[in-house]
Each structure stands twice: as C-alpha cells, then as structure tokens.
C-alpha cells in the first residue's frame, strides 16, 4: 500500500514538473528574440521574419505538431537526405545492437575468467585501466582507416564503449561470490564448467545485468556522435542534417526520439535484472 501511494504521488510530481516545464517552455518563446536586424532570408528558414516579433527558438506547440508529422509517416524515403525518422531509427538501434551484443559475447566470458583466477585479474589489469579511459570517438579515424565502412566502423565503436562497463561488472559479480556457495560446490566435486553454470553465473547476474544496462546507455549516448561524424543514416545523422537545414524544430523533435528510445532501452535492461535478482 505505501510502495502504490509512493508511487502514485511521485507521478502526480513528475506531471506538475512536466507542465511546468512546458509553460516556462512556452513563455520562453514567446518573447520577441527575431529583432529588424536579423537578415529576412535566415529568419524565414528559422521559420519565422525579421518583422514578426517572434522567438526563432520553436514553441511546445510547433515541436508537438512537428512531431506528429513524423509519427505520421515514419518511414518515408524521399532520398539520401530525406528519410522518416523511423527508418533513421532503425539504422541506429540495429548499429547500437549489433555492437552491445557483440561486446556482451566477448565481456561476459573475459570477466568470467578473471573473477575466477586472481591470476588473470592481475595479469589483464594494466591493459583495462589503458584502454577504459579512451574515449570511443577517439577510436572512430583508425576503424575508418582499417575497415574502410562508415557503418562497421560505427558498430565498432559501439563494441568498444559497450566493452567493458559489462566486463568490470561481470568480474566484481563473479568474484564477489559468497565464498561458502563455492566451497560448499568443492565439497560436493562439482566440477569448474558445472560450478560456473549453476552457482556463479545466477549469483553474479543481476551484477551483469548492471554492467549491461550501463553499457546499453553509453551505447546510444555514443551511437549519435558517431553517426554525426560518418553521416549517411541515423538518428544522429538527422540531428547534425536537420541543423544544417536550420530546422531547430527537427533538431529538438529528434533530440525527444533519442531520449525516449534510451529510456525504453533503459527499462528493458532493467527489467531483466529485475527477473534475476531474488532475495536472499
């Protein structure tokens, strides 16, 4: 009953928040920013004129209906250059996913072997503490270089930033492991392969799950910068194209898209570590 009514009043404040952000939004915008000085052909492709009076900075209103232009018709194809956000969206989760599950294949195991032997957990060390720090960016000109795609080398980003918040954590997971589960399985004989399977991995899952979820949301934080820089398609593409329009009403349509898909990601990712987590 106070976990419903805790979270029945949290709603009621997140929906006041909201609201008041949309009036402050509103008035904001409102005011006349556009002044005789502004040259006549830049205010009209902001989207208003010199002699109006109005904001160039978009209201609740236009972005609200520009928005439902595009959930209207998602997945047009008018070219290179004009594509629904559907279809830009598609681009990025299918790059974000391939990259995160690739990078979960090789994190999983790795921190496996090194919350299990002190000795690799030593030897590797150096290695992790050099590369975690490198910004994935800074790897984007050499995959360009070595692969020589714009698109595999955004999936190669993503594999690296996604890399190691699930290796760290699948590691700390394993190797916080109640030390009497293990010696419980040493007096029974079970065996290294069978031990993993059936008390280290449920032990250490929700820690996994952690890493992962972490991972998923550097993945679409990265995943957009990416796309600016090697262009072609994607949800990050559009932002820096729809900018180059000085089309400030796509730009913040698209920047609402991209916090809504990772907090849908977030909440999946949450989910399952929900359905691994038991208590003791």
Not at 42 to 71: C, F, I, N, R
Not at 188 to 210: C, D, K, N
Not at 229 to 255: D, R
Request: aromatic residues 10%; contains cysteine.
């Amino acid at each position: 009953m106070k976990t419903a009514s805790l979270t029945g009043r949290a709603a009621v404040v997140s929906l006041a928040l909201f609201f008041s952000f949309l009036l402050a939004w509103h008035l904001a915008t409102r005011s006349p920013v556009v002044t005789q000085r502004m040259d006549p052909e830049y205010a009209k492709l902001m989207g208003a004129t010199a002699t109006q009076g109005k904001s160039a900075m978009p209201g609740p209103a236009d972005v609200g209906e520009k928005l439902w232009e595009h959930l209207r018709r998602p997945f047009y194809d008018n070219g290179p250059n004009d594509k629904g956000v559907g279809i830009q969206l598609a681009f990025s989760i299918a790059r974000v996913l391939t990259g995160y599950l690739l990078a979960v294949l090789v994190a999983v195991p790795i921190g496996f072997l090194i919350g299990m032997s002190p000795l690799m957990s030593k030897a590797l060390d150096p290695f992790i503490q050099v590369l975690k720090p490198i910004s994935p960016l800074a790897w984007m000109p050499l995959a360009l270089y070595t692969i020589k795609d714009s698109s595999l080398s955004a999936i190669f980003v993503i594999f690296i930033c996604s890399l190691w918040p699930t290796l760290i954590n699948t590691a700390f997971g394993v190797a916080s492991v109640r030390r009497e589960w293990l010696n419980v399985a040493k007096t029974l004989e079970v065996g290294t392969i069978r031990r993993a399977f059936t008390i280290i991995l449920p032990a250490a899952a929700p820690t996994i799950l952690t890493g992962m979820r972490i991972s998923i949301g550097i993945a679409w934080l990265v995943i957009v910068a990416a796309e600016m820089l090697v262009g072609g398609t994607g949800i990050g593409y559009f932002v820096w194209n729809e900018w180059n329009n000085l089309s400030i009403t796509n730009v913040i349509t698209a920047i609402l898209v991209i916090g809504v898909v990772g907090m849908l990601l977030d909440l999946i990712l949450a989910r399952l570590a929900r359905l691994v987590t038991f208590p003791e």
